[in-house]
């Protein structure tokens, strides 16, 4: 199977920075979009910033000229780089992994897989 691992989450005061990373490990093959989600308590899942092995980025409005996405498709890790922060980026940030290719004991598969979350807080 596959298996994807955040770092880097902590806390900060308004203002500050933070750098996450994400790690992708497993027979895979392939990976078309790796990217950062979000979920503070009571709310739903949101976008944070997406970024596809061609390169194409998208960044949720609310993070836009803050946060930076960037990956390294042939180690199949993805980053986010996060400055200015605010009290309202106070979430768990969840890695996701769209159309994984690899390789499972039954052949060849495709799949999401998404990570177990790294918690940024954020304090006025």
């Known amino acids: 199977q596959v298996q994807l691992v955040e770092s880097g989450g902590g806390l900060r005061q308004t203002g500050g920075s933070l750098r996450l990373s994400c790690v992708a490990s497993?027979?895979?093959?392939?990976?078309?979009?790796m990217g950062w989600y979000r979920q503070a308590p009571g709310n739903q899942r949101e976008l944070v910033a997406t970024?596809?092995?061609?390169?194409?980025?998208n960044l949720a409005d609310s993070v836009k000229g803050r946060f930076t996405i960037s990956g390294d498709f042939p180690k199949y890790t993805v980053y986010l780089e996060m400055s200015s922060l605010r009290p309202e980026d106070t979430a768990v940030y969840l890695c996701n992994a769209e159309r994984v290719a690899f390789m499972n004991w039954s052949g060849y598969e495709e799949s999401d897989f998404w990570g177990q979350g790294t918690q940024v807080t954020v304090s006025s």
């Open positions: 970024i596809t092995a061609d390169g194409s980025i």
């Open positions: 497993g027979a895979i093959y392939s990976i078309n979009t």
